[in-house]
């Protein structure tokens, strides 16, 4: 389904930027709440080291707003137009969704940001 060595795979499944061989997290399952944001320090396959510098995720937190935004809007619109659920339907909907979203949404934001700076690597013919 999604090629090895794309950006979006990476984005999606949670492995590691570089080769990905590897998960960045401790646990792959983004709804343990405990264990949602631990991630492995370097990648077992290609060494990558996942906290580049000091706080380096923090800029994942712009990531994170620009996610929350557009799930607001996508659920404002099929709520609002598609149902035509008045306000309050449609606000409380799109609460619901931001906090069943909220542990996908922490994950996808790290592994966007992480991309932004990381390259895959290309396979030597």
């Known amino acids: 389904m999604l090629k090895k060595g794309s950006k979006l795979n990476s984005i999606l499944t949670g492995s590691c930027p570089r080769c ?15 264990e949602v944001l631990k ?5 077992a396959h290609c060494g990558l080291k996942y906290m580049i510098e000091p706080s380096f995720f923090y800029g994942a937190m712009y990531v994170s707003y620009g996610l929350n935004v557009l799930i ?14 008045d306000v309050t339907v449609t606000f409380i909907s799109i609460i619901m969704s931001l906090i069943v979203l909220m542990p996908l949404v922490l994950r996808w934001s790290r592994n966007i940001y992480i991309n932004m700076f990381v390259s895959p690597e290309r396979k030597q013919d």
């Open 72 to 85: 607001g809007i996508g659920v404002f619109a099929v709520c609002f137009f598609a149902f035509k659920a």
């Open 20 to 34: 990905q061989q590897d998960s960045m997290y401790v646990n792959p399952n983004p709804f343990n709440l405990r």
């Open 39 to 43: 991630m492995k320090d370097k990648c």
